[in-house]
């Protein structure tokens, strides 16, 4: 190979550096100047959604035979990381779109793919992943949610719990148990509608960071859906579940750069121009090593992140290593770097006047969600143990 050929996997495709450009120019203008609204409000911020969906940037995964843009793993990715530098909860948009419609992509068949992606590719509807329970976090397969076999039909009953976007989505992949006595072996997954009779949902929760996106409960109560709405083969749930996770950990990954980005940028800006003792605090070295720390996290958290997409893009054999092991870098490194921006701005980064505590907050669930940081090092583990990695 030649000299100049080895350089270029350290340089992103000409055309996902235009579509960086595209999305900071919409963001800049249409998605920015609602952040600080969507966090002081709660609300979702429904004008940052239209301005995504006018640009096809809220769902640019979904193939192009969808109806969709047939954005690869490597820019959706940056598409999230470049929402996510202006609004964390706006880039929840794009990411959880991916998160509700990866498990059809993965094992839903084509009837089922075609009547649930081409609405949400059109930008007529979210969709949502409903895994989590009040007592199943990180134990998703002690879930209790029931579907049970009624004729051509199921009926499913139970709570699903920390539920992104839920009431403002459409659609929900739901997982329930069908079989009790297999455990994981026991779950399977379901396309379930907002407006199925029995669908309710809880208050929104109230939470440090990504105000924006709401989080709710969701209540089934014997919803009644058609047989055809499950997702792959009875009882190969959780494994869609978990494949499901190898990716979209990606994007959390790509939301924590995108995080740490917006507030090193403005941690930039304001060191250059607040003056103390006759000159630019930019000038004194101990400002200059914070920012330099700075800067070297994200860009390894980035360059993590972006051999992870390209691994999803793949369906390499060590994806989960690398989807694991992006999203818990960088979701540390965006809490430290985003600490750090609050630290550089003093006071003036503790209030609300200035967006760097925003983003800290916001930074912190990225290292939750998805699967906790620690679940996160249980999985690289078990994959360098097995050779996998």
């Not at 995504?52 to 690869?72: K, N, Q, T």
């Not at 148990?177 to 109230?206: C, L, Q, Y």
């Amino acid at each position: 190979m030649a000299a100049e050929q080895s350089f270029d996997v350290y340089r992103l495709p000409e055309e996902h550096g235009a579509i960086r450009e595209a999305v900071r120019e919409v963001c800049a203008a249409k998605v920015a100047p609602h952040a600080a609204e969507a966090d002081e409000t709660g609300e979702f911020p429904k004008a940052s959604y239209d301005a995504l969906r006018s640009a096809d940037f809220h769902a640019p995964h979904i193939p192009v035979e969808y109806g969709g843009a047939g954005a690869d793993a490597l820019a959706t990715a940056i598409v999230i990381e470049e929402v996510a530098r202006a609004c964390a909860s706006s880039s929840l948009i794009p990411a959880v779109n991916k998160l509700g419609t990866m498990p059809l992509i993965l094992a839903g068949s084509e009837e089922l793919r075609r009547r649930y992606l081409i609405p949400v590719a059109a930008g007529e509807a979210m969709f949502s992943y409903c895994l989590s329970e009040p007592e199943a976090g990180s134990d998703a397969a002690s879930m209790t949610t029931r579907a049970v076999r009624d004729g051509d039909h199921w009926v499913l009953n139970g709570v699903k719990r920390w539920i992104t976007n839920a009431g403002v989505s459409e659609y929900y992949t739901v997982f329930a148990v069908t079989d009790p006595t297999a455990r994981s072996r026991g779950i399977s997954a379901f396309v379930v509608e907002k407006s199925d009779p029995g669908v309710s949902f809880g208050a929104p929760e109230k939470k440090l960071g990504v105000k924006g996106s709401p989080t709710r409960e969701v209540y089934l109560d014997n919803v009644r859906i058609p047989a055809d709405r499950m997702i792959g083969a009875e009882g190969t749930g959780f494994t869609t579940a978990m494949k499901t996770l190898d990716h979209t950990r990606v994007t959390i990954a790509a939301q924590a750069v995108g995080i740490a980005q917006g507030a090193l940028d403005y941690a930039k800006g304001y060191v250059r121009e607040r003056r103390q003792f006759g000159r630019p605090v930019a000038e004194f070295q101990g400002i200059q090593f914070m920012l330099a720390d700075m800067g070297m996290k994200l860009e390894a958290a980035r360059q993590l992140t972006y051999t992870a997409a390209g691994k999803s893009e793949r369906g390499d054999a060590d994806l989960t290593y690398f989807g694991a092991a992006a999203k818990c870098f960088a979701s540390d490194a965006a809490m430290e770097i985003t600490t750090d921006a609050v630290q550089l701005l003093g006071g003036y980064g503790y209030t609300r006047d200035y967006p760097v505590e925003r983003m800290m907050r916001d930074a912190k669930i990225t290292q939750i969600y998805e699967g906790t940081n620690q679940v996160q090092r249980i999985v690289m583990a078990r994959e360098l143990l097995k050779g996998l990695a």
